[in-house]
């Protein structure tokens, strides 16, 4: 059975800082990874998808990597902003058909 | 182009009470999932549905049921509703039935009192 895990829970950084966000899972059979960010009382935002044979993808000031062999995930986040400032999940597709499970989180703030 | 897009966007009921909410995908995907998230918590699997057919379903009783239409719109239908039934409910559509990118609605936020 597949579990998600962050770390850590919460976080709260001055403006500026580059930011390393980790997740694992226990399975490493997994599809693909991706990453979210939720704004309070919102939907998720997909940030980056990582297919299983990747290694990791760059989206802006955003980099997540994926090492299957020991179970992590981290997300890098460039000189991070206010605006930064969410909920960042990570999921795990394990089998297909977007059956995702989710890690509970790392709740973000980054002041000014 | 429109997102996914969820109705109602807010929601209460009495225990006991039925309720449905709707989904429908980004247009071409095939593919829609739901998935419930309690406050402080990552969202949980309940049901995914690709070509109008159940392909996965998670760990949740069988009061909860879903559908998906020849438009592959989806609905989520709980019954007999519990208090522990409060949460967002979430619809994620992608274009195919799995190794593609997810895209979420802003949710459906079911309060049971």
């Known amino acids: 059975k597949q579990e998600v895990t962050q770390i850590p829970a919460a976080l709260s950084v001055p403006e500026g800082e580059n930011l390393v966000l980790n997740c694992s899972f226990t399975?490493?059979?997994?599809?693909?990874l991706q990453w979210f960010r939720q704004d309070p009382g919102k939907g998720l935002t997909s940030l980056l998808l990582?297919?299983?044979?990747?290694r990791e993808q760059t989206s802006g000031r955003l980099n997540a990597s994926l090492d299957k062999s020991s179970g992590r995930s981290t997300l890098y986040i460039a000189a991070s902003q206010p605006g930064d400032s969410a909920t960042y999940l990570c999921?795990?597709?394990?089998?297909?058909?977007?059956?995702?499970?989710f890690g509970a989180g790392t709740r973000l703030a980054v002041h000014p | 182009d429109a997102g996914v897009t969820q109705s109602p966007t807010h929601l209460i009921k009495t225990r006991g009470q039925q309720v449905t909410l709707r989904c429908s995908p980004i247009?071409?995907?095939?593919?829609v999932s739901w998935y419930q998230q309690v406050l402080g918590q990552g969202p949980q699997f309940i049901f995914q549905?690709?070509?109008?057919?159940?392909?996965g379903r998670g760990n949740f009783p069988d009061r909860f049921s879903a559908r998906q239409f020849p438009n592959y719109s989806s609905e989520l239908n709980v019954n007999a509703l519990l208090l522990g039934d409060s949460a967002l409910y979430l619809c994620?559509?992608?274009?195919?039935?799995?190794?593609?990118?997810?895209?979420f609605g802003q949710g459906t936020r079911l309060t049971v009192v």
């Open positions: 994620a559509s992608s274009t195919d039935r799995g190794i593609t990118e997810a895209f």
């Open positions: 399975d490493s059979a997994i599809y693909n």
């Open positions: 990582i297919q299983s044979s990747q």
């Open positions: 999921a795990a597709d394990s089998g297909g058909y977007n059956k995702l499970i």
């Open positions: 247009s071409g995907h095939k593919s």
């Open positions: 549905y690709y070509e109008k057919e159940e392909r």
